[in-house]
């Protein structure tokens, strides 16, 4: 079956500008995670989101971040006026939820931000 | 705070060799260790531990938990060059929450 997608693959922004990144998860997939990862960097989780539960925005690193999830499925991360230190890879997991304890989760094959 | 450590952050082997890599924890509420391999972009899943003790096997890949002393190992036996990438360890903390280490890079020269 089909994987977690996400788009675009590499977004080059001038400094400044808002960008949007879009995730799509498994299908039946009720828990949706936002990484970040920067050069030699492990994952620095930003935002967790299950079922239509409020999500956890614990990791978003500032108000510039925003994440949302339509309908259970989609997600979309926003970074408003876009810094140089934004620029790394943001990946996307998805996971059955989490009744039980945690799952594998299964990851997007990213989003590779350049803030120039 | 809770951190999960890797080790050696980096390692050349040549085909035919075995490897192992650490994953070492300190993380409160655990629930389960997990072990990733990132080629490119996207880490793929190659095995959840939640059991001290039991290995878990596919292929040349092992791993196991060892929960009194907060670590696990990643075994590789007779490595190939499709084996070099970077591996990530990760624990479930509580019931969403995953730590990641920053990983053990791996190449494998033919």
């Known amino acids: 079956g089909a994987g977690v997608s996400q788009s675009p693959s590499n977004k080059v922004t001038e400094k400044g500008k808002d960008v949007e990144l879009r995730c799509d998860p498994i299908s039946g997939h009720t828990a949706l995670y936002w990484y970040r990862q920067s050069l030699g960097q492990g994952l620095e989780f930003l935002i967790y989101f299950q079922g239509n539960s409020a999500p956890d925005k614990s990791g978003l690193p500032s108000d510039r971040f925003s994440a949302e999830r339509t309908g259970g499925s989609v997600s979309t991360l926003t970074i408003q006026r876009t810094q140089q230190e934004d620029s790394a890879v943001y990946l996307c997991a998805s996971s059955l939820g989490v009744l039980g304890g945690p799952r594998e989760q299964y990851f997007g094959p990213g989003t590779r931000l350049t803030v120039t | 705070e809770d951190k999960v450590v890797q080790s050696p952050l980096s390692l050349v082997v040549h085909e035919g060799d075995t490897v192992t890599l650490n994953c070492s924890y300190e993380?409160?509420?655990?629930?389960?260790l997990l072990w990733y391999k990132q080629e490119k972009k996207a880490p793929t899943f190659l095995f959840m531990l939640t059991s001290s003790g039991i290995e878990k096997k596919s292929g040349r890949l092992s791993s196991i938990l060892d929960k009194k002393e907060l670590f696990s190992i990643l075994n590789i036996t007779a490595t190939q060059t499709g084996d070099s990438a970077v591996y990530l360890c990760a624990v479930a903390s509580g019931t969403y929450k995953y730590i990641f280490g920053t990983g053990t890079r791996l190449k494998v020269l033919a």
């Open positions: 993380v409160t509420n655990f629930r389960s």
